[in-house]
T-cell receptor
């Protein structure tokens, strides 16, 4: 099993550009998450999904969108990139929520200049 | 006040030392997670516990639910233990994981 995979690993965007961060898991997990990690800060939840077709906002959703058309894929869309979105983004998945381990992807380092 | 507080923020140790990292939380939980983030950036789950103590190799995690406190211990530390250790608990209005800021551990040979 590949676990949770993310692409790209690195990306530099200009202000106002858009992009999609890809996330795929092959563990048949229902729950998927997008986090951002800023220097010196704990991981913050952007969006999460409890199954195909169901998504919900996390703590810091502004400037992002998600979709979940399949169990495996959970892409994160950045529209009109801003310097404040410079961060490391992690996708994670779990079988269920409370009491279940989350499996993390390798992360995407995004710089917006 | 952060809902999950870790101490210390940074820790430097000599190889072989016994290490303790602390986590205090203010939200009610059913499970607490300890995660490890290596310099390369990847995050892996070390422990998930809701009571008592768990041990895996040289790592031991304990939790005191009444005091809302958990500790991660590393015995006979080694340079390869150098990483950021992150505590996380379920809480908040949506019941999702809330993460501490992490403890950066550096073990010198």
């Amino acid at each position: 099993n590949a676990g949770v995979t993310q692409t790209p690993k690195f990306r530099i965007l200009k202000i106002g550009q858009s992009m999609t961060l890809q996330c795929t898991q092959d563990m048949n997990h229902n729950y998927m998450y997008w986090y951002r990690q800023d220097p010196g800060m704990g991981l913050k939840l952007i969006y999460y999904s409890v199954g195909a077709g169901i998504t919900d906002k996390g703590e810091v959703p502004n400037g992002y969108n998600v979709s979940r058309s399949t169990t495996e894929d959970f892409p994160l869309r950045l529209e009109l990139a801003a310097p404040s979105q410079t961060s490391v983004y992690f996708c994670a998945s779990s079988y269920s929520k409370d009491g279940y381990e989350q499996y993390f992807g390798p992360g995407t380092r995004l710089t917006v200049t | 006040k952060n809902e999950v507080e870790q101490s210390p923020q940074n820790l430097t140790a000599q190889e072989g030392e016994f290490i303790t990292i602390n986590c205090s939380y203010s939200v009610g939980i059913s499970a607490l997670h300890w995660l490890q983030q290596h310099p390369g950036g990847g995050i892996v789950s070390l422990f998930m516990l809701s009571s008592g103590k768990k041990k895996h190799g040289r790592l031991i995690a304990t939790i005191n639910i009444q005091e809302k406190h958990s500790s991660l211990h590393i015995t006979a530390s080694h340079p390869r233990d150098s990483a950021v250790y992150i505590c996380a608990v379920y809480g908040g209005s949506q019941g999702n994981l809330i993460f501490g800021k992490g403890t950066k551990l550096s073990v010198k040979p």
